[in-house]
């Protein structure tokens, strides 16, 4: 959560708002790039819309019409918040643009939301290859079946381990499918539940390759 009183207290800190309450109180927009440890561009990103802005009544407060802009200070909690959901760019945006607003909302929202593996999971779906459902296993951690999910449009993949006795999946997070990534990855899990006598897989890279034959026959598993 944020309150107002967080919003005023890092206004009141924030040099570059501070220098533009101070040209909509004294309607001297050219001295406000002008102020010491201002940074002239941040302000400049204000003067195309100085008509809009307007300072509430204790001048505590930037409001761009109705919506209260945000110090630099608190850009990225705002962004988090309206974020929770994992709802995509659009609707993180149509959240944010209801109560508050700053210079470079539309791209800090971009970037946050395009390196959100949980976003891209939710909202991508259209290129990424489906699970498939393992049968069922008599024993525990007996077989297991391996598949990758993605790529996302970040470049990551989930890699996908599932128990086909009880469906518990083990996932990983990886940016390449080379079997210098998947190895270890499996190399890990094994060494957490032990070796299956199965590993099922589509037979496609890097489960068709030399090196992951010699890794099942190191581990003595059947693929």
Not at 62 to 71: A, E, H, K, Q, Y
Request: charged share 20%; net charge neutral; proline share 5%.
């Amino acid at each position: 959560a944020l309150t107002l009183e967080e919003i005023k207290e890092a206004t009141k800190a924030d040099t570059t708002l501070q220098a533009v309450i101070q040209a909509i109180q004294t309607k001297q927009w050219h001295n406000a790039k002008l102020q010491p440890r201002v940074d002239r561009k941040s302000v400049e990103c204000f003067f195309h819309i100085q008509d809009e802005l307007s300072v509430n009544s204790d001048q505590s407060l930037l409001l761009r019409g109705t919506r209260i802009v945000i110090p630099s200070k608190l850009q990225n909690h705002v962004i988090d918040l309206a974020h929770e959901g994992h709802q995509g760019i659009s609707r993180t945006k149509q959240l944010l643009r209801e109560k508050v607003w700053f210079p470079t909302i539309d791209k800090q929202v971009e970037e946050k939301v395009s390196c959100c593996l949980a976003c891209q999971i939710t909202t991508s779906t259209s290129n990424i290859a489906p699970l498939r459902m393992p049968e069922a296993s008599k024993n525990p951690w007996e077989s297991v079946s391996i598949d990758f999910c993605g790529p996302f449009p970040s470049g990551e993949y989930l890699l996908v381990l599932i128990n086909d006795y009880s469906r518990y999946p083990e996932v990983d997070i990886i940016r390449t499918v080379a079997h210098t990534t998947v190895i270890p990855c499996l190399d890990k899990i094994f060494a957490t539940h032990g070796i299956p006598r199965t590993v099922k897989s589509d037979n496609g890279a890097p489960f068709n390759s030399t090196e992951f034959k010699q890794f099942a026959n190191y581990l003595g598993f059947q693929h």
